[in-house]
């Protein structure tokens, strides 16, 4: 009888990768701690020690144990690098020290960027007076008024300042920032005046980081120099080398609406082109056996010097190191899956920095281009045109609804929004972006010749204003973009285990993958029913978290009403950051906006907001249940509690630091209970779902 291997023997990495991304995420969720990982592993190495000295007829019998004991191993394993990359587990942590004001020397890791109010640089923290610590990164940010001439990568300098810990400010569904940082391996930052610092003559400097930033900075002085107008310069610089501090921030909206992001951010398809375009040049080796291997070097050395070139940031390398694990199986073995080609440069990734599985670039390249590999030809098949122009639209068509499959879920659940036209702009968007990504390649090597660099750059720009007129014009239309769709991370992958299983289903023709598409869908509809019955018997009242302003938000159902100045409404940045984010969370579909209420009931709960001096003495005390402070009032604790008698007290973002810092410490003494939402982050208060009725004002 003929053994017939299972299916997942031609992917052994894929193997590996689900138990090593199962231990990262139970242990960063679940607090796995290192007792019990080492515990855990002492049990699936005991077994594995004892079944590797049993007869062969006892392995046999435990063998499924085995398998069970060797995916545990692998499963603490990604547990441990997890516990290991996660630097508040160093003993020698900066955030382990007293946080007062310290002498601190510190090294910048890159180049000054220049934000709106000030320029902003990572620096490593050397040392801490009367400190041990271990090397940390910071975030540097410098005032505008006067930097010292010099100040740049691997200048050294000291300062006197507490370093401030990098904290969310807690608004419900925003960014996790205070995460995403400490994934970078960052867990503080401070504000320097030019009076704050001074700078040590020495610079340290490594040879291969200057190299990379020089790389950077003459790739960026050719596209300024040969490429007219801002506009197309920012998306030059973001196309051809992932620099995108130049970009127009309506223009990145744009592309965002539209479905195009890609094109912009490094990412698989670029290096995907430049794997292709390598696979062209180097065509006429592949059949000389004797240098056969000389073409797997030029390919390799060709993407890691793009990947150099374009400031080998983190989503360049992850994707340059996916192509070199490609092209290195096609070289080795014409007939190695590219399954498990994908999951060993994954496994290797992963095994790197376990924190890039939480990185929407990093999931949405692999689902990518698996679901190109997977779906593109059964897509394309479905329709056949003799008229090669026809056959080649229809080809960027059949390769974005392919990868659109497996992405759909992930782009829900991270952004929130569907680009309803995004057939319309990849068909433009993608053959255009590729024939601007070439000619920025070849705009670099012609650059020593001025006359030709001229003509290229001037080509480029007018193929760049016209790619970016494209999208806008996509981006103006009615109904460009469906927002505010949020799916939690259950609902998401259950919506991909229902794609994956129908489309599956329509190739292979297996019932089990039909059943199983179906149950995915009928939980995800349950899923789904459920987070709707939660929004529409919601209560909440939210006091913000937004720099120096007072804003308030009242949920009721999926009805909101704002309470804050008008400009938050309209300013972009606010809109976008801190207020869509609740909305879309708390599927809100209607929003009020009151600019001036001070005092009301909302839910059985009386609410004031006090922003100015009040009498000392009144004749009946006030009773509230929550008593939110605003602004720069001139008010004292004790003589307010004489008149005011709160259930709870709030200090909102509009109170200045120095004074919330005298409130908190007579709020203390008195032991009243308060929150300060500068401190604690967004002030959110659940309510009693009762009845919807509407907000009774007073």
């Known amino acids: 009888m003929q053994l017939i291997a299972p299916p997942w023997s031609k992917t052994p990495f894929l193997r590996l990768v689900v138990p090593l991304a199962g231990g990262m995420l139970a242990s960063w969720y679940f607090s796995l701690h290192l007792h019990r990982l080492l515990w855990l592993l002492t049990i699936s190495g005991t077994f594995i020690f004892f079944y590797e000295i049993l007869p062969y007829h006892f392995r ?28 508040r587990n160093d003993p020698n942590w900066i955030g382990h020290l007293d946080q007062k004001e310290q002498v601190v020397t510190a090294v910048l890791q890159e180049p000054l960027i220049e934000k709106e109010k000030s320029f902003k640089s990572v620096a490593t923290v050397q040392s801490i007076q009367n ?27 000291v300062f006197r300042k507490t370093l401030q810990p990098i ?30 610092f001074t700078t040590i003559k020495k610079k340290e400097k490594s040879a291969f980081q200057s190299f990379i930033f020089n790389c950077r900075n ?23 080398i992932g620099y995108k501090f130049d970009l127009d921030k309506d223009l990145v909206q744009a592309y965002s609406n539209t479905g195009v992001i890609h094109v912009i951010a490094i990412s698989g398809m670029h290096l995907g082109l430049i794997y292709w375009i390598l696979l062209i040049i180097t ?66 990734l992963l095994c790197y920095n376990p924190f890039w599985l939480w990185d929407a670039g990093f999931q949405l390249s692999y689902a990518a ?34 990868a659109q499959l497996l992405t759909l879920p992930l782009s829900l659940y991270h952004f929130h929004q569907f680009p309803n036209f995004f057939l319309f702009t990849n068909i433009v968007a993608v053959p255009l972006s590729s024939l601007i990504l070439i000619g920025g390649i070849l705009l670099l090597f012609v650059q020593f010749f001025q006359f030709p660099a001229m003509l290229l750059g001037k080509g480029l720009a007018i193929m760049i204003g016209f790619l970016n007129s494209y999208i806008e014009r996509f981006n103006n239309l009615h109904l460009a973009v469906s927002d505010k769709l949020f799916i939690n991370f259950e609902q998401c992958l259950l919506l ?44 909440e009242l939210v006091v913000y978290n937004i720099s120096k302003m007072s804003a308030m938000e009242l949920v009721e159902g999926r009805n909101a009403v704002f309470l804050g100045p008008a400009n938050a409404l309209t300013n972009a940045f606010i809109n976008d950051f801190h207020l869509k984010p609740l909305y879309t969370i708390y599927r809100t579909k209607h929003r009020n906006f009151f ?63 120095w004074k919330a810092k005298f409130w908190r410490a007579d709020l203390d003494k008195m032991k009243i209970s308060y929150h300060d939402v500068t401190e604690k982050g967004a002030f959110v208060m659940n309510l009693q779902p009762l009845p919807l009725w509407p907000l009774v004002f007073q």
């Not at 041990?132 to 006067?146: P, R």
């Open 60 to 87: 046999y019998r435990f063998r499924m144990a085995s398998g069970l004991a060797f995916n545990l191993t692998i499963f603490v394993m990604g547990g441990l690098l997890v516990w290991k990359q996660d630097l």
């Open 131 to 157: 400190g041990k610590i271990s090397e940390a990164n910071v975030i540097l940010y410098f005032s505008k008024d006067s930097l010292p001439p010099g100040l740049d990568y691997g200048s050294r300098l």
């Open 167 to 196: 904290k969310n400010r807690g608004n419900p569904g925003g960014f996790n920032y205070e995460r995403y940082c400490l994934f970078e391996g960052i867990s503080f930052q401070v504000y320097l005046r030019l009076t704050d």
């Open 218 to 240: 003459w790739t960026l002085g050719t596209i300024k120099k040969y490429i007219p107008g801002k506009k197309e310069q920012g998306l030059a610089e973001a196309l051809i």
């Open 283 to 348: 065509r006429p080796l592949k059949n000389i056996r004797s240098v056969s291997w000389l073409r797997l070097i030029l390919i390799i050395s060709g993407l890691w010097l793009f990947a150099i070139t374009a400031g080998a940031q983190p989503s360049i390398v992850r994707s340059a190191l996916m192509f070199s694990c490609l092209a290195t199986g096609q070289a080795i073995a014409h007939k190695t899956s590219i399954y498990n080609t994908l999951s060993f440069s994954a496994f290797m």
């Open 369 to 402: 281009v698996t679901s190109i590999v997977l779906f593109f030809k059964p897509v394309y098949n479905l329709f056949y045109f003799k008229n090669r122009l026809l056959d080649f639209t229809w080809q960027l068509l059949a390769v974005t609804l392919s």
């Open 496 to 539: 991909t285990i229902t794609i994956s299983g129908l489309c599956l289903w329509l190739m292979e023709k297996k019932k089990i993958l039909l059943w199983t598409s179906l149950i995915s869908l009928l939980i995800f509809s349950v899923f789904r029913t459920i987070s709707f019955f939660e929004a529409v018997n919601r209560r």
């Open 595 to 657: 600019p001036h209420l001070k005092y009301f009931s909302f839910g059985e709960k009386e609410i004031l907001v006090l922003d100015r001096t009040i009498p000392k003495k009144v004749k009946n005390k006030i009773v509230v249940d929550v008593l939110v402070l605003s602004g720069n009032p001139k008010l004292y604790m004790q003589e307010l509690m004489n008149v005011i008698t709160p259930s709870q007290i709030v200090l909102d973002a509009s109170v200045p630091q």
